[in-house]
């Protein structure tokens, strides 16, 4: 009886180390996850956003980018290489232009090719609504290489995959 | 045993082990499934109407391609990166045929073909293009809106990923 104890004691040992070196140490997958989430929380608006939370949402997208990211999203005429500063000013203009943005990601697949490069291939989905009060729905696959520098996941390139092709 | 006693027995079982091995089946047979072969689904956008509304709730069946090929008028489920967003569309074209719209009407190899779910009044131009090898072409049955605004064209076979059940 007093060995089950002790074997009990041990396991849950094991299981709260377990979960405590999860916790302070997450695995490289779930920090590229994070920018993702990061990136989404701060193009998203909602209609009550103010001028000031727009503003610091701006600056916070463009620390998301390695200080020269390529861009093809031949949708929106993006393609070549951009600055985070030209990013920031473009999330900017393209947020000013909705009343309100919803940003998701899904079905994730993290490749790392490389020591401190993450491929990521993913669904985007953007829904909102226009100042003109349009209804905006758009998904997307998205193919992304990010580059640690810094011990920070930056994005350096983004791709639109082309699903259907007219 | 009384009919209280039998509902009580109903609603909160004994855990015995035979019990519980039978609820750890019934939820991995539900997870796989549900998960894989039967994904539940709810439609979003008016690509499909009248044929499928905005709001309507489906299950994408992926056996139903097992043992046969995509056919011309088959309503198919089109993968992004994976199986959480996905598109409803109709095949119109396989590979190796030409498409081709005219004032609203479509045309395959040159010949006119009859889309009875087509109800709304369509006036797209497309002009001639060949599906390519191993894709088939697909379009949403609601073609009254401007043929920009449409997501269409030729999609991989490798993601068709089912049919709807109904």
């Known amino acids: 009886m007093v060995k089950v104890k002790y074997l009990l004691i041990g396991l849950m040992m094991v299981v709260i180390g377990c979960v405590i070196v999860?916790?302070?140490f997450p695995r490289e997958e779930k920090r590229v996850k994070?920018?993702?989430?990061?990136l989404s929380e701060w193009v998203s608006k909602s209609p009550e956003e103010n001028a000031l939370t727009m503003l610091q949402k701006m600056k916070n997208i463009g620390s998301l980018f390695?200080?020269?990211c390529e861009l093809k999203v031949p949708d929106h005429s993006l393609s070549g290489t951009y600055t985070r500063e030209e990013i920031s000013t473009y999330a900017g203009s393209a947020r000013s232009q909705a009343s309100q943005l919803d940003l998701k990601f899904y079905d994730f697949d993290i490749a790392f090719p490389e020591k401190g490069v993450a491929k990521v291939t993913l669904t985007a989905r953007l829904t909102g609504r226009s100042t003109a009060g349009e209804q905006t729905d758009d998904t997307r696959e998205l193919e992304c290489v990010l580059k640690k520098i810094e011990n920070k996941w930056l994005f350096s390139q983004i791709e639109v995959v082309e699903v259907l092709k007219k | 045993m009384t009919v209280h006693h039998k509902i009580r027995k109903f609603f909160f079982p004994s855990l015995t082990p035979k019990f519980l091995i039978r609820v750890s089946l019934i939820a991995?047979?539900?997870y796989l499934f549900f998960g894989y072969l039967c994904i539940p689904f709810t439609i979003q956008g008016i690509s499909m109407e009248p044929t499928?509304?905005?709001?309507?709730v489906n299950f994408c069946w992926r056996l139903h391609y097992l043992f046969s090929e995509p056919k011309r008028h088959d309503v198919v489920t089109v993968r992004f990166a994976g199986s959480k967003v996905m598109l409803l569309k109709r095949v119109v074209a396989r590979e190796g045929e030409q498409v081709e719209f005219r004032d609203g009407e479509l045309f395959v190899?040159?010949?006119e073909i009859e889309e009875p779910y087509v109800r709304y009044p369509c006036d797209w131009n497309l002009p001639p293009r060949q599906v390519e090898e191993n894709?088939?072409?697909v379009v949403g049955d609601n073609r009254?809106?401007?043929?920009?605004?449409?997501?269409?064209?030729?999609a991989s076979k490798s993601r068709i990923m089912g049919v709807p059940l109904w």
């Open chain 2, 135 to 137: 894709h088939i072409y």
């Open chain 1, 66 to 68: 390695d200080a020269h």
């Open chain 2, 28 to 30: 991995l047979f539900a």
């Open chain 2, 52 to 56: 499928y509304h905005h709001g309507g």
């Open chain 1, 22 to 24: 999860i916790t302070v």
């Open chain 1, 34 to 38: 994070k920018q993702f989430h990061l």
């Open chain 2, 144 to 154: 009254n809106m401007p043929i920009e605004n449409h997501h269409f064209g030729q």
């Open chain 2, 109 to 111: 190899d040159g010949k």
